[in-house]
Nanobody
């Protein structure tokens, strides 16, 4: 199983980025997918997750600003990030797994991508 997170880059404060997660060797379509991030000086944390039945969860940092969903391209999951601020700077990872991973328990996610850098700066 290989996961590929893409779409990171440089955004200005208040701007937007759309991350995408794609998988090979594993179907994301009916499995839970999560987005996580590691910001400078902090441990990796959950941002948002979508279950195999498309129920969604948003951590406090994401509520009202980020949207997770299954992409129009088959086998992908996106994270639309709006109203970005410098505190959102970090490496964003997507993960998936079998069963029912728990969004805020990172140990329950079996497969991880390598991450994509998001930098929010003016």
């Amino acid at each position: 199983v290989q996961l590929q997170a893409s779409g990171g880059g440089l955004a200005q404060p208040g701007g937007s980025l759309r991350l995408s997660c794609a998988a090979s060797g594993f179907s994301l379509d009916d499995h839970a997918v999560g987005w996580f991030r590691q910001t400078p000086g902090r441990e990796r944390e959950a941002v948002s997750c979508i279950s195999g039945t498309s129920n969604t969860f948003y951590a406090g940092v994401a509520k009202g600003r980020f949207t997770i969903g299954r992409g129009s391209v088959q086998h992908t999951v996106f994270l639309q990030m709006d109203n970005l601020n410098p505190d959102d700077t970090g490496v964003y990872y997507c993960a998936t797994g079998r069963g029912r991973p728990f969004c805020t328990n990172l140990e329950t996610w079996g497969y991880w991508g390598q991450g994509t850098q998001v930098t929010v700066s003016s």
